[in-house]
């Protein structure tokens, strides 16, 4: 089974997404035979390359600010009950994930993607760490063992940024409006952010489906728990799902 995840480094349901889903590969019982691919999804490339505070997003998406700190901090809470803690979703910082996105792209290259999309998300929720410069990139890629001169190539030259883009264009395609954005085996699309039991109830539907019928239904789209789009992040009850 191929599991294709759309996500930025920047929500926060994506990262609570990254470990709910190896939590459900994990406890899936083909979980041996999961493939999962990660791709990129910028939700906020336009910020200032030095970045502004998740206060200062919900000014410039018009946000109250009280109903905008009860919304992120109710995210913080679901991580902490899921393990995630510290998870700084509401004091950070936010800023343009391009480099960011190119790097993951060469160190899946590497044959090391989903380690590395884990362990950014580690470091930027865990740690509140900025990775919105080519430098602070960088840093984090030598943290992690990657080649500090080949990744530095790789984002002086560009090379990924076609395929950045080309993900994104591919998630648009399918219906997505944000991220997180979840494909099983090309078959079925989850939407926003869900459970760790309903992650592997569609994994086990979906494996059923293709070996009882070897029939590609159309994508249907999940009810989540909520979600990040480019005008801001939100809860199922916050955007009326």
Not at 110 to 131: D, Y
Not at 140 to 161: K, M, P, T
Not at 189 to 211: K, P
Request: hydrophobic content about 40%; some cysteine.
């Amino acid at each position: 089974m191929n599991i294709e995840f759309w996500s930025d480094i920047v929500c926060p349901w994506c990262g609570l997404m990254d470990h709910r889903l190896r939590r459900a590969v994990d406890r899936f019982e083909h979980g041996a035979d999961v493939r999962i691919t990660h791709r990129s999804f910028q939700l906020h490339p336009d910020l200032p390359r030095e970045g502004v505070t998740q206060r200062r997003l919900f000014e410039m998406f018009g946000v109250e600010r009280a109903a905008g700190e009860q919304l992120v901090g109710s995210i913080e809470k679901l991580a902490a009950a899921e393990g995630l803690s510290p998870y700084y979703a509401l004091d950070r910082t936010l800023g343009p994930t391009d480099f960011a996105h190119e790097l993951l792209a060469y160190a899946t290259e590497q044959g090391r993607g989903n380690e590395i999309w884990s362990a950014m998300f580690r470091v930027h929720f865990g740690q509140a760490r900025k990775l919105w410069t080519a430098e602070q990139v960088l840093d984090f890629a030598a943290e992690v063992h990657l080649d500090r001169d080949g990744a530095a190539e790789a984002l002086q030259s560009r090379r990924y940024r076609t395929q950045v883009a080309a993900d994104q264009l591919a998630a648009r395609r399918l219906g997505a409006r944000g991220t997180p954005f979840i494909v099983l085996d090309g078959r079925y699309a989850l939407s926003g952010a869900v459970g760790t039991d309903e992650l592997h109830s569609a994994m086990a539907a979906v494996r059923h489906e293709g070996r009882s019928t070897g029939v590609t239904p159309l994508l249907p789209v999940t009810e989540a728990d909520g979600m990040c789009a480019p005008d801001g992040c939100a809860t199922s009850a916050a955007s009326g799902n």
